[in-house]
T-cell receptor, first 116, second 111 residues
């Protein structure tokens, strides 16, 4: 299958700082990228859907001013956690979607964010 | 919104045993997907189901799309230690739309 790369794999930051997570589709163009958050021993919860060149669509309860998403090209989407707090500590996962069926969506390896 | 109930939450089995897990939905999905997630990794797609009643195999894995389109099951036959992980079902309402994930089944296989 196609490769989706997330960077960094893990990051530790201080409260109040901002952290940027990158999601890249390495060998295909992704028309849509999805950002998920996963707390320990829980399922993946969709945060937002981003389409290249347009504003992201956020799920209910997700603060768009806190979780900034930029999808500037067909191979790169970024999630910036602004003014991070310890409760933002989580596993963040992106998926990049190239076609018309979800079998054409590939997940990144995830980013473990710890806010101290 | 959509909710997926996945069971069991966890399973502890001996190597060689068969495993079955299922998901039910409060409403209809057009596609059912089954993923496996290893610790610290993103989910990897195992099987995709597109038609009600469809039965699909991938090696030792078999999954079925329920006739009502509100449920699906995954069977793993002759389990091996590397089957350890969390298995998630996911449903898609329309093609290319967002996925709704089940709560996951944590599988432990004792050698």
């Amino acid at each position: 299958g196609a490769v989706v790369s997330q960077h960094p794999s893990w990051v530790i930051c201080k409260s109040g700082t901002s952290v940027k997570i990158e999601c890249r589709s390495l060998d295909f163009q992704a028309t849509t990228m999805f950002w998920y958050r996963q707390f320990p021993k829980q399922s993946l919860m969709l945060m937002a859907t981003s389409n290249e060149g347009s504003k992201a669509t956020y799920e209910q309860g997700v603060e768009k001013d806190k979780f900034l998403i930029n999808h500037a090209s067909l191979t790169l989407s970024t999630l910036t956690v602004t003014s991070a707090h310890p409760e933002d500590s989580s596993f963040y996962i992106c998926s990049a979607y190239a076609g018309t069926r979800n079998t054409e969506a590939f997940f990144g390896q995830g980013t473990r964010l710890t806010v101290v | 919104g959509q909710q997926l109930n996945q069971s069991p939450q966890s399973m502890f089995i001996q190597e060689g045993e068969d495993v079955s897990m299922n998901c039910t939905s409060s409403s209809i999905f057009n596609t059912w997907l089954w993923y496996k997630q290893d610790p610290g990794e993103g989910p990897v797609l195992l099987i995709a189901l597109y038609k009600a009643g469809e039965l699909t195999s991938n090696g030792r894995l078999t999954a079925q799309f329920g006739i009502t389109r509100k449920d699906s099951f995954l069977n793993i036959s002759a389990s091996i230690p590397s089957d350890v992980g969390i298995y998630f079902c996911a449903g898609e309402e329309t093609s290319g739309s967002r996925l709704t994930f089940g709560e996951g089944t944590q599988l432990t296989v004792n050698p």
